[in-house]
């Protein structure tokens, strides 16, 4: 059974910076895809940030140039670093990962961001 556990939440303030790991309980090279998403309340969930095994990047238009998703096979995570926070970043972020193709397989539990004005 595989299991996504993300950290790093939290709250930030508007223009400040939060980083999310996503420790999966085995080797992330397995997966072709990991990512995040994100929801926030009233909203549907929605792609952040995702990276295929190959190394293709795909990030919500609303965060590019601000969140960087990057990964580190040997300890088995996923990273998000978040710079220049809005508050609309609010809203709990899951990590997500694929064994094929590029639809989400497993979800974390998620972890709650906050960002205050």
């Known amino acids: 059974q595989v299991q996504l556990v993300e950290s790093g939440g939290g709250l930030a303030q508007a223009g400040g910076s939060l980083r999310l790991s996503c420790a999966a309980s085995?080797?992330?090279?397995?997966?072709?895809?990991m990512g995040w998403y994100r929801q926030a309340p009233g909203n549907q969930r929605e792609l952040v940030a995702r990276?295929?095994?190959?190394?293709?990047?795909n990030y919500a238009d609303a965060v590019k140039g601000r969140f960087t998703i990057s990964r580190d096979n040997a300890k088995n995570t996923v990273y998000l670093q978040m710079n220049s926070l809005k508050p609309e970043d609010t809203a709990v972020y899951y990590c997500?990962?694929?064994?094929?193709?590029?639809?989400?397989?497993?979800w974390g539990q998620g972890t709650q961001v906050t960002v205050s004005s």
């Open positions: 990276m295929s095994r190959g190394g293709i990047l």
């Open positions: 085995g080797s992330i090279f397995s997966f072709n895809v």
């Open positions: 997500t990962a694929a064994r094929v193709g590029w639809s989400s397989d497993y």
